[in-house]
């Protein structure tokens, strides 16, 4: 970039993990800002509060002016421009944009997918389970066979029928209650809207109740991992890396054990006949960030910056900011080769990983921060990451059928007032439902205190909290209707 | 003699008044000079002929290099 625009970059760079609070004390220091912030991870909270403050600035003028490549996106797609502007009207942000399918066929559609072992399937002469009793079965004929699979596939340590880390995003285990009572089942934020737009909250449903009784009877039946309900991101890896879950959660399951050896499990009918899966949030418009990266109140140059941040929304550059590219390089693994589309135009093809970790290959060399990668790029500007385009395809085939929702809940921008309101519910009720979740699934006790549940979950302020969900995802529709 | 103090907290008062505005009146022309400048988009064409620098504050992984400019894309 150095040498492409003749613009050297003053970094300061933060350990990701300890970037929030940093980043925090560094906007603290009013006068003595940088530029900007690259990889900002601004939450609508954050942007609200410090565009209040001056610190960050507008950049609706600076896009118009300076910024072709961004432009161009948000002409494509005026939902974005739209999903970036704050409830005062101004843009106070460059957006992150992956798009990896649409609708119900974005990559984010699911992100707690169960991978099921197909070749312990194999083994004992068992067929995929379809529904929530043959997928006890299954786990049963796991633990049950246990000493042989161990003997069988060299497996270090006792074999683990099911794992999940409770709460905790794609590695929680949801998706399998779906065949329960109205077929929510649960999402992350547990929000989910009904086709006739009425924003719900999946925990207050009968049929999470009888989902999560039937999670706890597993568990009483020696087929859960007992470290589900507290175990970390890398006891579960590392338990996955000796090969022994029948049955986890996760994005993609190599970065956990490997594709080859499991399968996904399809949608599994109730005991009443439901067979739904609930798509994530968010997840219409595929990937969006909308906090990236922003200019501060002590940027000189806005125009400089503002058309220097536009060269990371390339077509060209922001699959290599995204993905961590490099290409020709000789001393550092690449992650593309430069090839040529049909039509001969430089195109960076995606080289083999081979059985690299997807997450740690990209994280070595990815950049991130302000970029568009959208549909219409794939096979132009680059290909698909194999690693997406098998996600991608085993989705499609295994719960494309079975996404019936008509709705998401979309990615709205809410005032700072009604930001504040929702972080204090979340605080609240969130961690309240989550809570009572991970406890009800291990030690049983919800069919008892379900009545209490829903009194407290009351008083703490869920019909309000439910009526500003409600009334953003209205104005949302209403936006949608009129861009048409 | 009382008048003489009134007139001279009078002239500070005014003083001030005036001070506060035309501050007031630089920042806000400054700020409309950041989200809005003159500088014509030509101006920003890279390569640029002479080198210039911004600042950014970013984020890592533990895992990599915290200076990313050693990164092969910068």
Same mark, same amino acid.
């Given at each position: 970039?150095?040498e492409q625009?003749?613009v050297?970059?003053?970094?300061?760079?933060?350990? $990701?993990?300890?970037?929030?609070?940093? !980043? %925090?004390?560094?906007?603290?220091?009013?006068?003595?800002?940088? &530029?900007?912030?690259?990889?900002?991870?601004? $939450?609508?909270?954050?942007?609200l509060?410090?565009?209040?403050q001056?610190?960050i600035?507008?950049?609706?003028?600076?896009?118009?002016?300076? =910024?072709?490549?961004?432009?161009?996106?948000?002409?494509?797609?005026?939902?974005?421009?739209? =999903?970036?502007?704050?409830?005062?009207?101004?843009? /106070?942000?460059?957006?992150?944009?992956?798009?990896?399918?649409?609708?119900?066929?974005?990559?984010?559609?699911?992100?707690d997918?169960?991978?099921i072992?197909?070749?312990?399937?194999d083994?004992?002469?068992?067929?995929?389970?379809?529904?929530?009793?043959?997928?006890? *079965?299954?786990l049963?004929?796991f633990?049950d066979?246990?000493?042989?699979?161990?003997?069988?596939?060299?497996?270090?340590?006792?074999?683990?029928?099911?794992?999940f880390?409770?709460?905790?995003? &794609?590695?929680?285990p949801?998706?399998?209650?779906?065949?329960?009572?109205?077929? /929510?089942? &649960?999402?992350?934020?547990?929000?989910?809207?009904?086709?006739?737009?009425?924003v719900?909250?999946?925990?207050? @449903?009968?049929?999470?109740?009888?989902?999560?009784?039937?999670?706890?009877?597993?568990?009483?039946?020696?087929?859960?991992?007992?470290?589900?309900?507290?175990?970390?991101?890398?006891?579960?890896?590392?338990k996955?890396?000796?090969?022994?879950?029948?049955?986890c959660?996760?994005?993609?399951?190599?970065?956990?054990?490997?594709?080859?050896?499991?399968? =996904?499990?399809?949608?599994? #009918?109730?005991?009443?006949?439901?067979r %739904?899966?609930?798509?994530?949030? %968010?997840?219409?418009?595929?990937?969006?960030?909308r906090?990236?990266?922003?200019?501060? $109140?002590?940027?000189r %140059?806005?125009?400089?910056?503002a058309?220097?941040?536009?060269?990371?929304?390339?077509?060209?550059?922001?699959?290599?900011?995204?993905?961590?590219g490099?290409y020709?390089?000789?001393?550092?693994?690449?992650?593309?080769?430069?090839?040529?589309?049909?039509?001969?135009? !430089?195109?960076?093809?995606?080289?083999?990983?081979?059985? @690299?970790?997807?997450?740690?290959?990209?994280?070595?060399?990815?950049?991130?921060?302000?970029?568009?990668?959208?549909?219409? +790029?794939?096979?132009?500007?680059?290909? @698909?990451?194999? &690693?997406? !385009?098998?996600r991608l395809?085993?989705?499609?085939? #295994? /719960?494309?059928?079975? =996404?019936n929702?008509?709705?998401? +809940?979309?990615?709205?921008?809410?005032?700072?007032?009604?930001?504040?309101?929702?972080?204090? /519910?979340?605080?609240?009720?969130?961690?309240?439902?989550e809570?009572?979740?991970?406890?009800?699934?291990l030690?049983?006790?919800?069919?008892?205190?379900?009545?209490?549940?829903?009194? !407290?979950?009351?008083?703490?302020?869920?019909?309000?909290?439910?009526?500003?969900?409600?009334?953003?995802?209205?104005?949302? *529709?209403?936006?949608l209707?009129?861009?048409? | 003699?009382?008048?003489?103090?009134?007139?001279?907290?009078?002239?500070?008062?005014?003083?001030?008044?005036m001070?506060?505005?035309?501050?007031?009146?630089?920042?806000?022309?400054?700020?409309e000079?950041?989200?809005?400048?003159?500088?014509?988009?030509?101006e920003?064409?890279?390569?640029?002929?002479?080198?210039?620098?911004?600042?950014f504050?970013?984020?890592?992984?533990?895992t990599?290099?915290?200076?990313?400019?050693?990164?092969?894309?910068?």
């Amino acid at each position: 970039m150095e040498e492409q625009t003749n613009v050297h970059i003053d970094w300061t760079c933060f350990v $990701s993990d300890q970037f929030s609070d940093k !980043k %925090n004390l560094a906007l603290a220091q009013f006068g003595n800002l940088p &530029d900007g912030l690259f990889n900002a991870g601004m $939450s609508d909270y954050d942007l609200l509060r410090y565009a209040k403050q001056g610190i960050i600035i507008p950049l609706e003028n600076l896009i118009d002016k300076y =910024m072709p490549n961004l432009q161009a996106v948000f002409e494509k797609y005026p939902e974005y421009r739209t =999903m970036c502007t704050a409830p005062d009207g101004h843009i /106070y942000s460059f957006p992150w944009i992956e798009q990896l399918g649409a609708g119900k066929e974005a990559i984010q559609a699911i992100g707690d997918v169960p991978y099921i072992n197909k070749k312990w399937l194999d083994y004992l002469g068992l067929e995929i389970p379809t529904t929530t009793d043959e997928l006890e *079965q299954v786990l049963i004929q796991f633990r049950d066979h246990a000493d042989e699979l161990e003997k069988e596939f060299s497996i270090e340590g006792d074999v683990i029928p099911m794992s999940f880390i409770i709460n905790n995003g &794609d590695q929680d285990p949801a998706i399998l209650i779906n065949g329960f009572g109205e077929g /929510y089942g &649960d999402t992350g934020d547990h929000f989910a809207v009904t086709d006739e737009g009425k924003v719900i909250y999946t925990t207050v @449903q009968e049929g999470y109740k009888e989902g999560i009784e039937w999670l706890h009877k597993l568990v009483t039946e020696d087929l859960v991992d007992p470290e589900a309900f507290t175990q970390e991101w890398s006891t579960y890896v590392a338990k996955g890396k000796n090969h022994r879950y029948g049955l986890c959660f996760t994005w993609d399951i190599a970065n956990i054990d490997n594709n080859e050896d499991y399968v =996904m499990l399809p949608a599994l #009918t109730g005991p009443n006949g439901m067979r %739904n899966i609930t798509r994530q949030n %968010n997840s219409e418009t595929s990937g969006f960030d909308r906090g990236r990266c922003v200019l501060t $109140s002590s940027c000189r %140059n806005t125009a400089l910056a503002a058309a220097w941040i536009d060269q990371m929304y390339a077509p060209l550059q922001s699959p290599q900011n995204n993905w961590g590219g490099t290409y020709g390089e000789k001393d550092s693994f690449n992650i593309f080769e430069l090839s040529t589309n049909k039509d001969g135009g !430089k195109m960076l093809k995606h080289m083999d990983l081979g059985t @690299q970790s997807p997450v740690e290959v990209r994280e070595a060399q990815s950049v991130n921060g302000p970029l568009a990668v959208l549909n219409e +790029y794939y096979d132009v500007y680059v290909t @698909q990451p194999e &690693d997406a !385009k098998w996600r991608l395809d085993n989705m499609h085939e #295994t /719960y494309l059928q079975d =996404m019936n929702s008509k709705y998401v +809940y979309p990615n709205v921008f809410m005032s700072i007032d009604d930001t504040n309101k929702v972080s204090q /519910y979340d605080t609240d009720i969130k961690k309240y439902a989550e809570q009572k979740k991970a406890d009800w699934i291990l030690n049983g006790g919800i069919e008892k205190e379900w009545d209490s549940y829903l009194k !407290k979950m009351e008083q703490y302020g869920l019909s309000d909290y439910l009526s500003i969900k409600q009334k953003y995802f209205d104005e949302y *529709q209403k936006s949608l209707s009129e861009e048409k | 003699m009382k008048k003489r103090k009134v007139n001279a907290l009078l002239a500070i008062v005014l003083s001030l008044t005036m001070l506060v505005g035309v501050t007031g009146c630089g920042k806000e022309q400054q700020l409309e000079a950041e989200i809005n400048p003159d500088t014509p988009a030509t101006e920003v064409q890279f390569p640029l002929k002479e080198t210039a620098e911004l600042s950014f504050i970013t984020s890592a992984p533990a895992t990599s290099t915290q200076e990313p400019n050693e990164r092969v894309i910068f």
